[in-house]
């Protein structure tokens, strides 16, 4: 195992992109890969139908997700399930970048969205 002590030390597998979002390098992690994903002001990954299960952790910042038609809003420590067959969409709300992290299968390709 080898311990990394900044992003920069990973090595990058695959160059995901959001709606909305610049792109960001996503990291593979046993059988799924994560990407660290930062919402600036304004910015939001579209409302769109999922095509595989993904889990969104906020680490900082505030958003509002839209999961199903329902509104939420979120915040550093919220976890968010995405199954496949569910829509959403998430958009940042507050002053400071919403910052995110995202883990999904490494067998589905991370420029499908």
């Avoid at 299960?53 to 915040?75: F, R």
């Amino acid at each position: 195992m080898r311990l990394l002590r900044r992003p920069s030390q990973a090595r990058t597998k695959a160059e995901a992109r959001r709606r909305g979002t610049p792109s960001f390098p996503a990291f593979p992690i046993w059988s799924s890969c994560s990407a660290s994903a930062p919402l600036h002001p304004g910015a939001a990954i579209g409302y769109h139908e999922q095509d595989r299960d993904e889990v969104y952790y906020v680490l900082s910042g505030t958003g509002e997700l839209t999961m199903n038609g329902t509104k939420s809003v979120v915040g550093p420590g919220t976890s968010i399930l995405t199954r496949t067959g569910s829509s959403h969409g998430l958009r940042q709300t507050g002053a400071d970048d919403l910052v995110i992290v995202i883990v999904y299968s490494k067998s589905s390709s991370v420029s499908s969205h």
